[in-house]
């Protein structure tokens, strides 16, 4: 049986326990952990039960999204609703061309909000022809159309993305 010296715990002190403890004390401290989702200070941590009401808020959020194949919608709590989408217009032996569909989410327009219609890309379309987009929302708020006119080239001669134009609408969601 060895016997325990003076020299030997101060060897077990310096090489054992003195490097684990000088090791922990740079690592966090517990008291610096928040289970709260408000604190802003720098040095806290996120106490790991605020994942769920992390995720909580993220599903909700989530939940809000509404996608169709004609766009997306986005549905804040307070009523206002964004929503966004690319129609294709029609191939046609015209100067106008315009696509009807059913919004992801049936709206309300008021005075403020209106629906806006833009052209992707001017593409190929000749430099004296020019290309003007619009757009309207009928049917209580459930429809949508939107179209491309341009003043002196038929759009058969436009490829698919010549076509294409992005629509925006705001406002109420139902």
């Known amino acids: 049986m060895k016997v325990i010296t003076t ?4 060897r077990f002190w310096k090489n054992g326990v003195l490097p684990i403890k000088n090791a922990l004390a740079t690592k966090l401290n517990t008291s610096s952990v ?3 989702l408000l604190t802003t200070a720098a040095g806290y941590a996120l106490d790991a039960r605020q994942g769920k009401a992390l995720d909580d808020k993220i599903t909700a959020l989530n939940g809000n999204i509404v996608n169709s194949s004609t766009g997306t919608a986005i549905k804040y709590g307070n009523g206002l609703v964004l929503e966004f989408g690319q129609i294709v217009c029609p191939n046609t032996n015209n100067y106008v061309a315009q696509k009807e569909f059913t919004l992801p989410v049936a709206i309300v327009l008021t005075k403020k909000y209106s629906i806006s219609v833009t052209k992707k890309s ?11 987009t ?8 459930v429809t949508g159309f939107v179209g491309l006119q341009t003043d002196a080239q038929d759009l058969n001669t436009l490829s698919d993305s010549n076509r294409t134009v992005s629509w ?6 139902k």
């Open 168 to 173: 925006f609408l705001v406002g109420f969601w």
């Open 134 to 141: 619009f757009g309207e929302v009928y049917n209580n708020g």
């Open 7 to 10: 020299n030997r715990l101060n």
């Open 34 to 36: 928040v289970n709260n």
């Open 122 to 132: 001017m593409g190929n379309i000749g430099a004296a022809t020019r290309a003007t």
